[in-house]
């Protein structure tokens, strides 16, 4: 956000005065340290990457949703308050979040549209929207309520933003959407200044941009179908797929950078080169993609992304004599909401990691190692919404009868799709040092395939919906506000419930199922009560409440009020 100089007073010798005296000297307000305003090209990707970073998996200073919500769906696990469903409003990545949107994404997009808007540069400003429209989605899909229509208008002398009502920020979402495709259409406008390699997202491609925009619009209108009749809006959108992500490269991403002296790497890179390593990965996402689950529909159906999703700082098969809460061969966690004896001892070098697919962390070969800065580079993209993600939302909206086709098909080429997505963000921009194989085509991944759609036609509607989201959600690793958003809305994916494990729907055996009898340490987790039921929205952040006299109080956690489109 440009920074304002207001005032500085020097005090200047007066026999200096003269002998430096020179055109424009009085010009004091003028610090070309602190300029009062700024090229929309150095605006627009610091506000790129600013969204990226409130919604992405972090450790340490960076990160933000995807760091809480990884936990609340299932992906990973932590001793942190994530834990439990614990989180406040004074949590460390809810406040990094919050000030990362408002302050670094949200302020500078305000700006490239005022600016640009000025100088006749109406794709800096289409783009601007675009991404405003998907930021404020993202949170208000997240938290409900939120500041929007007086949010960043200190130009209007508006210090204390109202809360705007969640149902009433949707449909102006559509209108900013709708407003960014006309200004990226604008065939009249001057546009002098174009967004080129300044555009880190799709690098100043305006047919891409409006394809991310429609797709946008697709999940928004998908999210709240279950409270408004959408099928008129999704059908006119499905009717042309040309105007939407219709490939893996058009996928809506933003890059990362291998640069460790910058801080451009993955956020969740973070864990890889930290002192205490703090995400763990959730036993029952690991036991579904290794098909251990039994009487779920992976169960038998071993994922080939495993080694490219976890990193196992252990080799195969060793033997080692540090105790561990849960342990499967090399694969070393803790469970969600545990009080066992081994949840807290120190494993930082041996619990298995996020991999290359999701941080740009390592390839599992097999071959273990203690993880640092020099195990991967650190350059995977945050997933806002891929090709893979559009396909799996064509697939629910076929099913549940609110477009035409055959879901199993969408499902199918989603599926198929989010294979080739692992390998396309491998190659194009992790870029690894070692050699990593290919995922899509092989015969790991076509029999996983051909496994699971078999079911499908057998399952019932509730089961199908089942099979489409766990799909998604699993596709979804790394990036989490979304799986959040589809468990509130749908039920599904099915989570671990640590109230009642073993009778929760494909159970959940303690030690692992299938865990390796060679492997000595393993310990049976302590699992207590929760006292806080799953959360309808994430808790405001607790100094926005303090500070702004016009923001509601806390909400009630125990009993917090549902986004508008829940059902």
């Given amino acids: 956000m440009p920074k304002i100089l207001k005032y500085i007073q020097l005090v200047i010798p007066f026999s200096l005065f003269f002998a430096g005296c020179k055109k424009n000297f009085l010009d004091i307000n003028k610090d070309p340290n602190n300029p009062t305003r700024v090229e929309v090209s150095k605006l627009l990707p610091t506000a790129e990457n600013s969204l990226g970073n409130a ?90 309520d ?10 209007s002398n508006i210090r204390y933003p109202k809360f705007d009502d969640d149902a009433s920020i949707y449909p102006k979402l559509f209108a900013l959407l709708d407003e ?12 002098l200044n174009k967004p080129r390699t300044d555009d880190v997202i799709y690098g100043g491609n305006i047919a891409r941009w ?48 291998p640069n460790g002296a910058t801080d451009d790497r993955n956020p969740g890179f973070g864990d890889y080169v930290a002192t205490a390593r703090s995400n763990h990965i959730s036993p029952w996402f690991y036991e579904i993609l290794k098909g251990y689950n039994p009487g779920h529909f992976t ?52 619990i298995s990691l996020m991999g ?5 962390g390592r390839y599992d070969e097999g071959l273990g190692g203690v993880a640092n800065a020099a195990s991967g580079t650190g350059a995977a993209p945050y997933r806002f919404i891929t090709f893979a993600d559009r396909l799996y939302i064509e697939a629910e909206l076929v099913q549940s009868g609110i477009a035409t086709g055959n879901a199993k098909t969408k499902l199918q080429a989603a599926i198929t799709e989010s294979f080739k997505q692992v390998d396309y963000v491998i190659t194009t921009y992790i870029k ?28 019932s509607p509730a089961k199908q919906l089942e099979m489409i989201i766990t799909e998604k959600w699993i596709a979804a690793f790394g990036s989490a506000v979304d799986p959040f958003t589809d468990y509130r809305r749908t039920g599904y994916p099915v989570i671990f419930n640590p109230n009642n494990p073993v009778m929760a729907p494909g159970g959940f055996v303690q030690p692992p199922v299938n865990g390796n009898p060679q492997i000595a340490g393993a310990q049976p987790a302590v699992l207590v009560q929760l006292q806080r039921p ?34």
């Fill in 210 to 257: 409006i394809k991310a925009a429609n797709t946008i619009k697709l999940k928004l209108y998908t999210q709240v179908r279950k409270v408004k009749n959408v099928s008129a809006e999704v059908n006119q959108l499905l009717s042309n797929p040309s105007t939407l992500i219709n490939a893996t490269n058009e996928s809506f991403v933003l890059p990362y950078g």
């Fill in 180 to 191: 960014g495709i006309a200004d990226l259409n604008n065939t009249t406008a001057l546009n």
């Fill in 299 to 350: 169960s038998n159906i071993p994922d080939p992304r495993v080694p490219y999703y976890f990193y196992n700082q252990v080799r195969k098969a060793a033997v080692t004599p540090d105790p561990t809460e849960y342990r499967d061969s090399a694969f070393i966690s803790i469970y969600f909401g545990s009080r066992g004896p081994n949840r807290d001892r120190n494993a930082q070098n041996i």
């Fill in 146 to 155: 939120i500041p929007f229509s007086e949010a960043n208008r200190l130009d």
């Fill in 534 to 567: 799953y959360p309808n929205s994430l808790p405001w952040y607790q100094a926005e409440l303090e500070t702004n006299s016009n923001a509601p109080a806390q909400k009630d956690l125990v009993n917090s009020f549902k986004v508008f489109w829940m059902p």
């Fill in 55 to 144: 919604l992405a998996i972090g450790n340490g200073s960076l990160g933000g949703l995807s760091q809480i919500l990884s936990v609340y769906t299932h992906q990973l696990s932590t001793r942190e308050n994530a834990d439990q469903y614990g989180t406040t409003g004074t949590a460390f990545y809810i406040g990094t979040a919050w000030v990362t949107l408002y302050q670094g994404a949200l302020e500078n997009l305000e700006q490239v549209i005022k600016i640009a808007g000025a100088n006749g540069d109406r794709q800096y400003v289409g783009i601007a929207k675009i991404l405003k429209a998907y930021g404020y989605s993202q949170f208000v899909d997240a938290f409900g």
């Fill in 356 to 360: 290359i697919y999701p941080v740009g």
């Fill in 432 to 459: 690894p040092a070692q050699t990593v194989p290919a995922l899509a085509g092989t015969t790991a991944a076509n029999n996983y395939i051909t496994s699971i759609i078999a079911q499908y036609d057998a399952a």
